[in-house]
């Protein structure tokens, strides 16, 4: 227990590795030993009776099992209306209990080295058995191409091995009995009888529907699409490997139906924001439980909100130290069924990451090596020096300041009035945006393995910069490796991966998207003849490059590790148990330079130059013990699982803030500070422990039923509160499995699926039902004063979210044409929300729960077809459409809250509520808004009545790929129906100084005037409500508009190089295009981030090359 201890706790990222790694090696070696097993005569191994029983021979073959190292293989029907066997309370030998049971069975056994016992009939004749020789061949498709990856395996036993990269194999047999199946995902399985073949050659033929072949990850337990009673989304890794994105989440937008997926900056690493079938919880986030190798991990980030950068906020995900090319699969749990064994974390959807593994077969060696570069796709029309000057002198001069425009002492308010150059011009967007974005990735792996011990290890390494002016980067290394064994009777196995990330973020503080669309097109020249920031005067203070004096440096440290050890007790009984282990570590460090402000300001390093630092980690620890029960009897199939839950994490967070410095040159070291200041010092601790249960049942693959259940406890809740029951029941009919349906040659698959059931949230953080306090920096005889930072709620209770779903599963013409429909209703309730309290409590808000209810209903539809699919060529399109609906079902008495003006019953959680605009009054050139009340004032209570909401109406996905000999072509549209902010939201009218698009220089200018834009102004009208027109117009339905779109999300195009071309190695070079082109109506940028804050995402092109050798 003590090194378990230390384990958990190292400081060190790499001491966690090592120790990780030396304890997964050790148990690694013992497994090797456990499997290694001598030679043993039959007659002098004893079977202990422990009381007088009647067994079934297959019960004795389980018995015999139990307590020897002997398998047996035989036909599952062979003894069935047997006789069954009397035994006594003793102890027998082996050969005797065997003659005993098989005394009325005419068989013929055959023992081989691996203390494997074949049983055939007697009337069948079983050739004398030889010592194992080897087979070895070759897998291609029809056209002759190579297929690697194919399980090459000997039927009945649990020997396999992978071919290799040219399709190559080689395989030990026992007897020229033995029959070899070869199995590949998107192609039809094959038998081949040995016999006397020591070669086989064999072309696989593409099949059409992977309904069984594919194995689904549920979590702890696994199925096939054919027969999962719940809905399970799976994107494999041909779908991410190749498209250039640093976060898996980038790679599955607008591929799952169910699934919204919004990236919230172009900037690398950037982040993204996920929601699966829509907003739960009114306070809750909607972040799904994420969940890699087993392990949870955390998609919050450790960034300290008081310190951040600004470009930081829409920039860390976590989930950025996963490589996608490391990933095998990522699955998708969406209804009740799938999810509710995961109870309480499971109610925004379960994201399960499942990372690449070794195959058995020859050492293979492949490198992955791209480069892409990526452009701002759009830029904005904005004014002109000479549009822009003409509507700022006329704002001037319509607010009664034209007169002051000769006065040097007012050059001050206009500069790029009177100071700056007249004629002069500068795209801004070009300047500060325009630039390219190289990304630069290489990876490379090695993997093989014997039968029962298979490894690869995979390293990579990636730079991407930016398109901003200076050399501004994200470099990201990764190291994966894994490693698999079970031991030679099959009974013990053993698997160990382990996941690290370094990452460096070197990026400006703040995005200089925002000033590309708003400076002055006549601003001066951002560097001096000496190279010196251009301050012009102390005119110029919104310098884009005051920014490069301002480091911001991030980095972040990563580790995932899992121990997956399992046992067969008997043939259908086995005991296994996950350990899980992740630690994130992140600093950073932001620096505020005083000649990084305009010397007008009067600042020098000693009283104007700042730096903060965050110092964070994260630790995170969970055991899973778990049984599970396998058991058949005359076509009734029954599965059992138990297991529990233990989990801990813990986090750090330390951050100060020194001012004052010598030099500014000192500025990186806190020590020099002449005053340091701890914001933040936070240590909290979360436990987490469930019990939970799986009880599946399967009648002749028709009847299919799936009960889960788990318990929950939490530490964020207090005595009494602490425990939630959560579970679901889910079920499934396969109607073509009934006889009037059977061997229709048009109708292949039908399944009707439904389930019910219940899970839960804690997302409110930690220690909210107790009084917490914090050191202030307050001092008290000089010492830090404790202050009120949260007070008590002793009552706080889970939320819960109650999740129907009905589906419909159909497939043609042998699965050529495949459709899955679902329909689901979700309701969350026990809503914990905070409630708002007076100011003279000191506190803003204390949480709570309510009795409002939230619901979620909505339709998805899946298609997959295979077009055509000849000789040589095959074309297959997959479609995904998803129509949500979000609704306040429940909120008793939210007219007298607080939330009235957020949030109304039978309306979207995402409505907002706006000002009615009534466009530009022709005689005053002002904005004008309907008054609601009629008391002659526009005000944001009584007059924001209207509402507009952007739950999308509609989103999904659109792909095809053509596939001829050794060129593929797959293209994918993203596409979705929705609202989105335009360029009113700014808050900017004409005259301002900040540019504004063409559009708005259609303004007012005299009365009589019909326009769509107001008169202008300099925005120095303080008397009357002109400078809040802007605003007001900003949050009125005429700042939303339509921002739906078609996007060609993603192109790529791959050709595998002949081996005569290729010096023999399996080699493919790719280009890859993301974002080409959108169609949408959308003209104030980008429709997916509709954000002028922020960079949106890029046009890429990509160069890859594959090696395997």
């Given at each position: 227990m003590k090194n378990q201890t230390n384990w958990a706790s190292p400081k060190s990222v790499g001491n966690k590795l090592l120790l990780l790694t030396m304890k997964g090696y050790l148990l690694f070696f013992c497994a090797l030993a456990m499997g290694m097993n001598t030679d043993k005569v039959l007659s002098q191994q004893m079977v202990v009776i422990a009381t007088d029983q009647v067994l079934t021979v297959d019960e004795v073959f389980d018995l015999i099992m139990e307590q020897t190292d002997y398998n047996f293989i035989y036909q599952v029907d062979l003894?069935?209306?047997?006789?069954?066997?009397?035994?006594?309370?003793?102890?027998?030998?082996?050969?005797?209990?065997?003659?005993?049971?098989?005394?009325?069975?005419?068989?013929?056994?055959?023992?081989?080295?691996?203390?494997?016992?074949?049983?055939?009939?007697?009337?069948?004749?079983?050739?004398?058995?030889?010592?194992?020789?080897?087979?070895?061949?070759?897998?291609?498709?029809?056209d002759g191409v190579p297929l690697s990856g194919v399980t090459v395996r000997i039927k009945n036993m649990n020997r396999g091995v992978a071919t290799d990269f040219n399709g190559d194999f080689k395989i030990m047999v026992p007897d020229e009995s033995s029959v070899l199946v070869f199995t590949s995902i998107g192609y039809r399985s094959q038998e081949i009888s040995v016999g006397k073949l020591r070669t086989v050659n064999i072309s696989l033929e593409e099949s059409v529907s992977e309904l069984d072949e594919v194995v689904l990850n549920a979590g702890y337990y696994k199925t096939s699409q054919r027969k999962a009673t719940g809905n399970i989304a799976r994107i494999d890794k041909k779908t991410i490997e190749n498209q250039p994105v640093n976060n898996p989440l980038g790679a599955l937008q607008g591929y799952v139906s169910g699934v919204d997926i919004r990236q919230t900056t172009g900037v690398p690493g950037g982040g993204f924001e996920i929601e699966i079938r829509g907003r739960n919880f009114i306070n809750g986030g909607t972040n799904p439980l994420f969940i890699v190798d087993g392990v949870p991990f955390s998609s919050e980030s450790l960034e300290a909100t008081r310190v951040g950068s600004q470009i930081n906020q829409a920039n860390v995900s976590p989930l950025n130290?996963?490589?996608?090319?490391?990933?095998?699969?990522?699955?998708?749990?969406?209804?009740?069924?799938?999810?509710?064994?995961?109870?309480?974390?499971?109610?925004?959807?379960?994201?399960?990451?499942?990372?690449?593994?070794g195959k058995a077969g020859k050492t293979q060696f492949t490198a992955n090596l791209s480069t892409s570069l990526g452009k701002v796709s759009q830029f904005r029309n904005l004014m002109t020096t000479d549009q822009f000057l003409e509507v700022r002198r006329e704002g001037a001069v319509q607010d009664g300041y034209g007169s002051f425009l000769e006065d040097p002492a007012f050059d001050f308010f206009w500069p790029d009035i009177t100071v700056w150059g007249q004629d002069r011009y500068t795209d801004w967007q070009k300047e500060l945006i325009g630039g390219t974005a190289f990304r630069n990735n290489v990876q490379l792996s090695i993997s093989g393995g014997s039968d029962q011990t298979q490894f690869l290890i995979s390293g990579a390494h990636q730079k991407q910069t930016t398109v901003f002016p200076g050399d501004s980067n994200y470099k990201k290394t990764t190291v994966h490796s894994n490693v698999n064994h079970q031991s030679k009777d099959g009974r013990f196995s053993l698997n160990f991966s382990t996941n690290y990330a370094i990452e460096n973020n070197d990026l400006l503080r703040q995005d200089p998207t925002s000033l590309a669309y708003s400076l002055p097109p006549n601003a001066p020249a951002v560097y001096d003849e000496e190279?010196?920031?251009?301050?012009?005067?102390?005119?110029?203070?919104?310098?884009p490059m005051a920014q490069m004096l301002r480091d911001y440096q991030v980095q972040t440290k990563t580790l995932i590790a899992n121990l997956g050890v399992s046992y067969r007790l008997l043939s259908s009984l086995e005991f296994k148990t996950n350990l899980g282990y992740n630690n994130s570590e992140y600093?950073?460090?932001?620096?505020?330079?005083?000649?990084?402000?305009?010397?007008?300001?009067?600042?020098?390093?000693?009283?104007?130059?700042?730096?903060?630092?965050?110092?964070?980690?994260r630790d995170s620890w969970i055991v899973e013990p778990q049984i599970n029960w396998m058991q058949e009897w005359n076509g009734l199939k029954l599965d059992v699982l138990v297991g529990s839950t233990f989990q801990q994490e813990t986090t750090e967070q330390f951050v100060q803030r020194g001012r004052g410095f010598a030099s500014n040159q000192l500025i990186q070291n806190i020590a020099a500070a002449e005053t340091v200041e701890i914001v933040d010092d936070i240590d909290s601790e979360y436990n987490y422990q469930a019990f939970f249960g799986r009880l599946n049942l399967n009648w002749k693959d028709r009847y299919i039923v799936n009960l889960t259940g788990r318990r929950d406890g939490s530490s964020r809740f207090g005595?009494?509160?602490?425990?939630?029951?959560?579970?679901?029941?889910?079920a499934a009919w396969i109607f073509s499995n009934e006889n009037f349906l059977k061997d229709n040659p048009t109708f292949n698959f039908g399944k009707i699926r439904a389930s019910y059931g219940t899970t839960g949230s804690d997302n409110i953080g930690n220690y909210k039902f107790l009084d917490t306090y914090t050191t202030s920096n307050e001092q008290y005889n000089g010492i830090n004063i404790m202050e009120p930072s949260g007070i008590f709620n002793p009552i706080l209770a889970w939320e819960e979210n109650k999740k129907l779903e009905f589906g419909l599963e159909l497939g043609f013409f042998k699965d050529r044409l495949v459709l899955n429909t679902s329909w689901y209703r979700n309701r969350s309730s026990n809503q914990l929300i905070g409630i708002p309290l007076a100011a003279t409590t000191g506190f803003g808000?204390?949480?709570g729960n309510f009795d409002a209810v939230v619901q979620n209903t909505g339709f998805e539809l899946d298609l997959n077809t295979v077009n055509v699919q000849g000789k040589g060529f095959r074309w297959t399109t997959s479609f995904n459409i998803t129509v949500p609906k979000n609704e306040l079902l429940k909120f008793d008495d939210i007219e007298n809250s607080t939330f009235a003006n957020r949030y109304e019953v039978g309306k979207s959680l995402n409505i907002r509520y706006l000002f009615r605009s009534l466009g530009v009054n022709p005689e005053t050139g002002l904005y004008e808004f309907e008054d609601f009340n009629n008391d002659g004032l526009t005000d944001r209570t009584n007059d924001r009545q209207v509402t507009r909401d952007f739950t999308p109406d509609l989103y999904g996905g659109l792909g095809n790929t053509l596939r001829y000999k050794n060129l593929s072509l797959d293209f994918f549209f993203q596409f979705k129906k929705q609202l989105g902010y335009n360029y009113y939201r700014d808050q900017n009218l004409p005259g301002y100084p900040r540019n504004l698009p063409v559009d708005f220089y259609d303004r007012w200018q005299e009365p009589g005037d019909i326009a769509p834009y107001p008169r202008a102004t300099a925005g120095l009208d303080f008397s009357g409500d002109l400078p809040y027109v802007g605003g007001y117009q900003a949050t009125s339905d005429a700042a939303v508009t339509d921002a739906s779109f078609i996007r060609l999300r993603n192109v790529l195009l791959t050709y595998r190089i002949p081996k005569g071309f290729s010096l023999g190695l399996d080699a493919s070079v790719y280009l890859q295009g993301q974002n080409l082109l959108t169609i949408t109506g959308y003209r104030f940028g980008d429709p997916e981030q509709t954000s002028f804050n922020y960079l949106p995402p890029l046009r890429q092109f990509t160069l890859g090359l594959n090696l395997n050798f």
């Open positions: 003894f069935k209306g047997k006789p069954k066997v009397e035994l006594k309370k003793g102890k027998i030998k082996v050969d005797k209990l065997l003659q005993l049971s098989l005394a009325d069975s005419p068989v013929i056994l055959d023992l081989t080295d691996s203390n494997t016992i074949f049983i055939q009939p007697q009337t069948m004749s079983l050739p004398q058995r030889q010592q194992d020789f080897v087979v070895t061949g070759k897998v291609t498709n029809l130290a996963l490589n996608p090319q490391d990933i095998e699969s990522i699955e998708i749990l969406k209804e009740a069924d799938a999810t509710a064994i995961y109870g309480s974390r499971g109610a925004n959807g379960v994201v399960l990451i499942t990372t690449r593994k190279g010196n920031i251009n301050w012009e005067n102390n005119t110029f203070r919104d310098n600093g950073s460090f932001n620096t505020f330079p005083h000649d990084s402000r305009s010397p007008g300001d009067g600042y020098t390093s000693r009283t104007g130059s700042i730096i903060d630092l965050n110092t964070s980690a005595p009494g509160k602490q425990f939630g029951n959560f579970g679901a029941v889910g808000s204390l949480e």
